[in-house]
């Protein structure tokens, strides 16, 4: 499972209802249904991820969340879960507010602009960051709102948002302390368990 | 000789269901209907595709739309030149898969394909009925289709699926026999008529009882055929069927006689014309005018939150199936906003609903075609149906 992923499900009640914004092909609603008696539904745009979470016989529903979540109503799910999305949307302010009125709980994950590398590209290099895990160019990434560590917890104090939980997934090859204390510099991955 | 036993081969071999015979269901048992009045009797044609498993639990009910019958897959006989009407998604490997699903597939009532309807006799007079047939609602037929099943011994449908008003018929079924359904398939249809849908189809009921063979309906009596009207009923059905995008790729502007020069007295015919005029005269030699009649009053009719003080979420709460809804891009007879009103009244009622919206050219009739992606989604819906029965 994705790291960040595996990260996340502890967070998740047994028996408890997720909303998996960007669910991709459903494994992680899927490993919620089987491990954690979840139920689950997903969201998701790209029709062959849809086509293989209906496969695995979860519930999907194509949507695009930039046209809003108001036909889900106010807390009708414990969960809601947006892993490495938030960077993807065209409003990631208003999808945290939507997801914290449909949940009780929110969980976001996203990619760490603020990493070291990603400075070193941009401030030394010039050049806007591209990794293995970012691997698009400016010109045709989905990806059009990056934010850092930093950035995400202005924007939940601005919001009123509670941050519950922060976790950090680093480079595996240095030691896990380094994303821990200096998340905004050392997290490639960042991710929050939020609630209002 | 050789022929037929070409064709034969070739339909053992293909992914076709092959020859396949109607059979009919006599029931003897009077039928409560919306309108207050009761069938005494009455008949329903059907098919049936795939094996009824031992447990009685691969059943899968097709219902059809407006002009459909029971004859969803297959062939009549080795010289029949047309598979049924859903032939691409019914077979072997098919979507809805004959080597695990037991179909069935059945004629209306008020239908003109061998069910009781306004071309049977009434055996309280021993005449034809005519335009004196009852009129028929989607619960109607759901009450007659549970009838059908009591009759095959299949105590819940593996699915209920049907596109258009067909899709009506299924989230009928899960409000009507909600033990009954385990799973409800929505393909291109509404929770009720749009005001334009309703339009369309006063403008075809015109067509036909403006027809001076109509004789309001007894055209029987008078050996007549109000042929004219309902090709007229037809292709303006026909063109709501269709996408904009769908009319232009097919035929643009070509001509299919005479020229648009100068001089040229006689006029030109262009192809949509011809191709119209075709699929009006087709359909005006194999469909009953009061069926259609009776079946554009069934759709208009059709307000599946009605009787829950027309909200749609009251509605679904009584439901117990997960449902499957599929729309089209270019569909504008049921768009995919009315769809989309569906899945929203079933998330806001906490009821298992996957939707998929098929990008496609076709318009509303792209629910009957083989596009890969439908193809695909719902044959990956059917195998979840298929591994819990």
Redesign the interface.
Known sequence: MRLDLSHIQRWIAPGSRVLDLGCGDGVFLEFLRDQRQVRG?GLEID?DY???A??R???????NMDEGLS???DH?FDTVVLALALQAVNYPDRVLEEMLRIGREGIVTFPNFGHWRCRLMLGIRGHMPVSGFMPHTWYNTPNIHFCTVNDFEDLCRDKGIRILARNTVGNTRRPPILSRKWPNLFATTAIYRITR | MACDALMVNELINSDSVGIVAPQVAYFDEPLQLICGRDLPSYELVYETYGELNQQRSNGVLICHALSGNHHAAGYHSTDSKKAGWWNECIGPGKPIDTNHFFVVSLNNLGGCHGSTGPNTINPSTGQLWGPDFPPMRTTDWVQSQAKLADYLGIDCWAAVVGGSLGGMQAMRWSLEFPERIRHCIVIAAALKLSAQNLAFNEVARQAIESDPDFFGGAYQDHEKVPARGLALARMIGHITYLSDDAMANKFGRDLRSGSLDRGDTAGAEFQVQTYLRYQGSQFSGNFDANTYILMTHALDYFDLTLQYDNDPVAAFRNAQCSFFVVSFSTDWRFSPVRSREIVNALIAADRPVSYAEIEANEGHDAFLMPIPRYLDVFRAYMQRVAEID
Do not use: D, K
């Open positions: 539904t029709q849809i086509t293989a209906i496969s016989g979860l519930n999907v529903v194509e949507q036909n889900f109503p009708s």
